[in-house]
Nanobody, 115 residues
Framework: VQLVESGGGLVQPGGSLRLSCAASGFTFSSYVMSWYRQAPGKDRELVATIASTGGSSNYGDSVKGRFTISRDNAKNTVYLQMNSLKPEDTAVYYC?????????WGQGTQVTVSS
């Protein structure tokens, strides 16, 4: 099982980034996929979740209206489009796959929002 995030980096406030998470080693289309983030000294926070079919999604209050989660089950990939980025969005972003009691995590990708 492998989840590999990419797309992080340094961006100015107000800018955009698109994160990707490529999955392998499990039946991706059967799993709910989520993005979490963790800033230094803070607990890991749920950012967004998308159903296995992509038919529904949910967002944390702090990112609603700015971030969009999507998935491509043909490519075994989940995305996080982040717009109107703020300094408080700075964190390591992790993707996660869950199905019943089975959960997998990626290694994370750093997003830094700074001028």
């Amino acid at each position: 099982v492998q989840l590999v995030e990419s797309g992080g980096g340094l961006v100015q406030p107000g800018g955009s980034l698109r994160l990707s998470c490529a999955a392998s080693g499990f039946t991706f289309s059967s799993y709910v996929m989520s993005w979490y983030r963790q800033a230094p000294g803070k607990d890991r926070e749920l950012v967004a979740t998308i159903a296995s079919t992509g038919g529904s999604s949910n967002y944390g209050d702090s990112v609603k209206g700015r971030f969009t989660i999507s998935r491509d089950n043909a490519k075994n990939t989940v995305y996080l489009q982040m717009n109107s980025l703020k300094p408080e969005d700075t964190a390591v972003y992790y993707c996660s796959a869950v199905r019943f009691a089975s959960r997998h995590w990626g290694q994370g990708t750093q997003v830094t929002v700074s001028s």
